[in-house]
Nanobody, 121 residues
Framework: QVQLVESGGGLVQAGGSLRLSCAAS????????MGWYRQAPGKQRELVAR???????NYADSIKGRFTISRDSAKNTVFLQMSSLKPEDTAVYYC???????????????WGKGTLVTVSS
C-alpha cells in the first residue's frame, strides 16, 4: 500500500520557523514531482511549492523568500522549510507526489492526510 506521511506541523509564533517532512512508502517505481499544498479554513487548497525529480522548483508568490522546498530522492522524502511564518500561513499542509507504483504504466497523484500548522500572532 502506497502512502505519504507528513510530519513536523505544530504551533509556532509569528516570525518563527518549522520544517515539514513527507515520506513516501510502498511499491514505488518512480516519483516525478513532489509538492506541498495548503488549505486554510474556508479557503480552497492551494499550491505552496513543488519540486521536480530534476530539482526544479516553483513557489507560490505568497511564500517566496520565506519557504524552501527540497527532497531526498534516495529516501522518497520531500521537505518544506518554513521561516518568517505569518498568521496567514495557518493551514493544513498536504504533501503531494506524482508517482508510478506497482505495475502501473503511468504515474498518478497521491496525497498525504495533512499536517496542521498554526501560527499565532
Amino acid at each position: 500500500q502506497v502512502q505519504l506521511v507528513e510530519s513536523g506541523g505544530g504551533l509556532v509564533q509569528a516570525g518563527g520557523s518549522l520544517r515539514l517532512s513527507c515520506a513516501a512508502s510502498g511499491s514505488i517505481r518512480s516519483i516525478n514531482t513532489m509538492g506541498w499544498y495548503r488549505q486554510a479554513p474556508g479557503k480552497q487548497r492551494e499550491l505552496v511549492a513543488r519540486i521536480t525529480s530534476g530539482g526544479s522548483t516553483n513557489y507560490a508568490d505568497s511564500i517566496k523568500g520565506r519557504f524552501t522546498i527540497s527532497r531526498d530522492s534516495a529516501k522518497n522524502t520531500v521537505f518544506l522549510q518554513m521561516s518568517s511564518l505569518k498568521p496567514e500561513d495557518t493551514a493544513v499542509y498536504y504533501c503531494n507526489a506524482d508517482m508510478r507504483v506497482g505495475l502501473n504504466l503511468y504515474a498518478t497523484d497521491y496525497w498525504g492526510k495533512g499536517t496542521l500548522v498554526t501560527v499565532s500572532s
